[in-house]
C-alpha cells in the first residue's frame, strides 16, 4: 500500500505561473485535506473534501482550487501563483476503517517556491 | 472560533530531563483532541489522541477542562524525541492545528 502520495515532490514556478499539485490514496479515506505548512504558522487547512463529490473552503483558500476526482484523487490547483504561496503543501485523508475516524494521514508534502 | 495555541515555537532540553509541551485550546462544545509529530526526514504522523488515554514511546497527554489544555509530556527525554509536534483540535469535519513547536533534545 502507498498509502497518501502527492506530486510532484518539488516545484519552482514564476510569478504567474499555474500548476496543479496531485494527490491520490489507497486507504479508502472518505475525507481528503490539503494543508500548507510554514515556519511560526503551523499547519492551516486550504480546502477539504468530506466525502466524494464534496470540496469546502479551509482557513485559506483564496488563490488556490480544488478538484475532488473520485475517491481516490483531490488535486490542488493554483491558478496565477503568487510567492506568498511559497510553502510546502501536505495532502491527507481520513475515515478509513484502518486508521480510524478522525485521524489524519498525511502524504509525503510538496514543496512549492514561487519567484 | 476554534482555536489551538502552541505558545512555544521552540523547547530545548536535555536527554533525561522531563519534557512538557504546551498546548491550549478554544473550543465550545466537548473538544476531541491530537497530538502530531513530525521527525526529521518522515511524514507527519499521529502520536496520540485523548481519547485513546493512551501511552506512546513515554509521551502522555491529559485534557483539562478546565484550563483548556492538551499538555504532552514525557519523564525522560531521549534524544530521538527531538522532533516538530502539533497539537490538533477536531473541529466538524477538520483538524485546527497550532503553530507547532519545535522539540530539541540535547546529549
Known amino acids: 500500500n502507498a498509502g497518501v502520495t502527492q506530486t510532484p515532490k518539488f516545484q519552482v514556478l514564476k510569478t504567474g505561473q499555474s500548476m496543479t499539485l496531485q494527490c491520490a490514496q489507497d486507504m479508502n479515506h472518505n475525507s481528503m485535506y490539503w494543508y500548507r505548512q510554514d515556519p511560526g504558522m503551523g499547519l492551516r487547512l486550504i480546502y477539504y473534501s468530506a466525502s466524494e463529490g464534496t470540496t469546502d473552503k479551509g482557513e485559506v483558500p483564496n488563490g488556490y482550487n480544488v478538484s475532488r476526482l473520485n475517491k481516490r484523487e483531490f488535486s490542488l490547483r493554483l491558478e496565477s501563483a503568487a510567492p506568498s504561496q511559497t510553502s510546502v503543501y501536505f495532502c491527507a485523508g481520513s475515515g478509513a476503517r484502518v486508521s480510524g475516524a478522525n485521524v489524519l494521514t498525511f502524504g509525503a508534502g510538496s514543496r512549492l517556491t514561487v519567484l | 472560533a476554534q482555536r489551538v495555541t502552541q505558545p512555544e515555537k521552540l523547547l530545548s532540553v536535555f536527554k533525561g530531563a522531563p519534557v512538557e509541551l504546551k498546548c491550549n485550546y478554544s473550543y465550545s462544545g466537548s473538544p476531541e483532541l491530537f497530538w502530531y509529530v513530525q521527525y526529521s526526514r518522515q511524514r507527519l504522523q499521529l502520536l496520540l489522541r485523548?481519547?485513546s488515554r493512551e501511552s506512546i514511546k513515554g509521551f502522555t497527554a491529559d485534557l483539562n477542562k478546565g484550563e483548556t489544555s492538551f499538555h504532552l509530556k514525557k519523564p525522560f527525554a531521549q534524544e530521538e524525541d527531538s522532533a516538530m509536534y502539533y497539537c490538533?483540535?477536531?473541529?466538524?469535519?477538520?483538524?485546527?492545528f497550532g503553530q507547532g513547536t519545535r522539540l530539541t533534545i540535547n546529549p
Open positions: 490538533a483540535l477536531k473541529s466538524a469535519q477538520k483538524l485546527v
Open positions: 485523548h481519547i
